[in-house]
């Protein structure tokens, strides 16, 4: 059973890595396409990625998917279990910074007027809870919630039987 929830927070977290960087591959093509430049930080039409949420929330993405991989290689069960703590905090922050962010962005949505609604990617949008802003935190908070049930089955001593995977 706990491997089968190790194999799904890596899957996860894999799902978590390509929708973010897919999302922040098509913010870099559009600045690019219309700044013709990937350096250029003030006075834009849409923001530079890399001064976005998405950019960073794509960072921790994959740093949370390599931990969770070289975790699950992990042969040691106290060793993993450590690990897996780690990677509960890491997820738990960007959880939080995900859910901050796209509350942030609700409210901007809301006060601004209908012509002026824009996602975090400054695409104009029509519905808030379409952007990838939401869609990548709930992916963080899905993780985050396995990894917290990953804790739980671990402190349950389900994984310390001595044929504990990997094989």
């Known amino acids: 059973m706990i491997k089968k929830l190790y194999i799904t927070q890596v899957l996860v977290l894999l799902g978590g890595v390509l929708f973010s960087w897919y999302t922040v591959y098509a913010d870099f093509t559009r600045f690019y396409n219309t700044e013709g430049t990937l350096f250029k930080i ?4 849409y923001p530079n990625p890399v001064i976005t949420p998405c950019f960073y929330g794509a960072i ?3 740093i949370a998917f390599v931990w969770a991989i070289y975790m699950y ?3 040691l069960f106290p060793s ?3 690990k897996q703590q ?9 959880t939080a910074f995900g859910w901050i962010n796209f509350g942030f962005s609700l409210f901007k949505f809301y006060a601004a007027p209908v ?8 695409v104009p949008t029509d ?5 990838p802003c939401f869609w990548g ?23 310390t039987k001595p044929s504990s995977f990997p094989q």
């Open 115 to 122: 012509p002026e609604q824009v996602t975090c990617s400054g």
């Open 127 to 131: 519905n808030p809870f379409l952007t």
């Open 60 to 62: 921790v993405f994959l």
């Open 73 to 75: 290689r992990e042969k």
């Open 42 to 45: 003030k006075d834009c039409v």
């Open 80 to 82: 993993r279990v450590h």
């Open 137 to 159: 935190s709930v992916i963080y908070l899905i993780a985050f919630l396995l990894s917290w049930v990953i804790m739980k089955k671990n402190k349950g001593g389900e994984a």
């Open 86 to 94: 780690r990677l509960w905090l890491i997820l738990l922050a960007g």
